[in-house]
């Protein structure tokens, strides 16, 4: 069977070393079907002494490219809003809960229009994450989105019930204190982009208060 057939990342983490070797390993990852169409994994970047964490959903088409995560239209937005918020992007570890594109091409230019990950596919990466998350044990989680929040918090996140709050959860038998909001495509898509925008920072501000 090709390893890909059996959505898991697992046999593909390295069995020691910190971030250089994840990052290596992932490179080779064929945990699922999505490494086949994308041009790379694109795996999380930041120092492992960062204090903050955030993780959102997957590559978008820049990331794709670049392999290098929120260098896109939505990084540049989640850029902005995290030195509104108060929080130095230089000072966060970036990731994404899936560590490939995934997209459909769109006729006539063949355009690659972004596809969200489904659970199963989020769940096969869900090694990555974890990995990341051991390695770096940040002080505090800011979750970008529900593809983010069910990959680390479960199927029945939802980000509109907890967006903004300080919460305590327990993430892979650890005590996390995260902050929830929306991913910043959302506000890029968003019919009131401004407001979607000040709420986007006026939840960031929260993880900014929570790291003080
Ligand atoms: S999306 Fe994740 S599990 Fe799937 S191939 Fe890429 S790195 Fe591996």
Redesign the pocket.
């Known amino acids: 069977m090709p390893p ?1 057939d059996a ?3 697992t046999p ?1 983490l390295p069995a020691r070393g910190g971030l250089p070797a994840l990052g290596k390993a ?1 490179a080779a ?8 169409d ?1 041009t790379q ?1 694109v ?1 999380g970047t930041g120092k492992a002494t960062a204090r903050v964490m955030l993780v959102g959903e ?1 590559p978008g088409d820049q990331e794709d490219r670049q392999g290098t995560p929120f260098v896109g239209p939505a990084g540049h937005l989640l850029d902005r809003a995290l030195a509104d918020a108060g929080i130095d992007p230089a000072e966060a570890y970036l990731t994404n809960a ?3 594109f ?1 997209f459909t091409r769109a006729e006539p230019r063949k355009r690659r229009i972004h596809k969200a ?1 489904t659970l199963r ?1 989020a769940t ?5 994450l974890a990995a990341e998350l051991k390695t770096v044990k940040p002080e505090l989680l800011v979750v970008l989105g529900a593809t983010a929040g069910k990959a680390l918090l479960g199927a029945s996140f939802r980000v509109t019930r907890v967006r903004g709050t300080l919460l305590e959860e327990e993430i892979h038998g650890r005590p996390q204190r995260l902050v929830a909001t929306v991913h910043p495509s959302a506000v890029l898509r968003s019919d009131d982009r401004e407001a979607a925008y000040q709420g986007l920072v006026s939840d960031l501000k929260t993880a900014a208060r929570a790291l003080e």
Request: hydrophobic share 30%; with cysteine.
């Open positions: 890909e959505y898991t990342a593909f992932a990852c064929r945990g699922c079907p999505l490494h086949r994308a994994t795996f997957q899936v560590k490939h995934k990950p596919e096969a990466c869900s090694p990555w």
